[in-house]
């Protein structure tokens, strides 16, 4: 049974930092692909970045890139996204991902909103 679970999430000002983190179990962490996606109120939910298995190869949605940086240690079976200049539009429901077992599984998410 695959299970996410993310933590890390909260309020902080324009500008300011944060890092989520994602707990995986119910599968070989380091052969899959683990994604980040976001929500925000009455848009749909988007892919934020994506982070091969044993590669670690990368990519970003444009609205993030050079600002959020997904990494993960396959020791730990947790996925990493580190968010830096938030910008209110930021404010979203933060999920964590994966496509196991021909199923995409989620986590329950975390908010973060970006306010002053």
């Known amino acids: 049974q695959v299970q996410l679970v993310e933590s890390g999430g909260g309020l902080v000002k324009p500008g300011g930092s944060l890092r989520l983190s994602c707990a995986a179990s119910?599968?070989?962490?380091?052969?899959?692909?683990m994604s980040w996606y976001r929500q925000a109120p009455g848009k749909e939910r988007e892919l934020v970045a994506r982070?091969?298995?044993?590669?670690?190869?990368?990519n970003y949605a444009d609205s993030v890139k050079g600002r959020f940086t997904i990494s993960r240690d396959n020791a730990k079976n947790t996925v990493y996204l580190q968010m830096n200049t938030l910008k209110p539009d930021d404010t979203a429901v933060y999920y964590c991902?994966?496509?196991?077992?021909?199923?995409?599984?989620w986590g329950q998410g975390t908010q973060v909103t970006v306010s002053s």
């Open positions: 991902s994966t496509f196991v077992y021909r199923a995409r599984s």
């Open positions: 119910g599968f070989t962490f380091s052969s899959y692909a």
């Open positions: 982070i091969t298995g044993t590669s670690g190869y990368t």
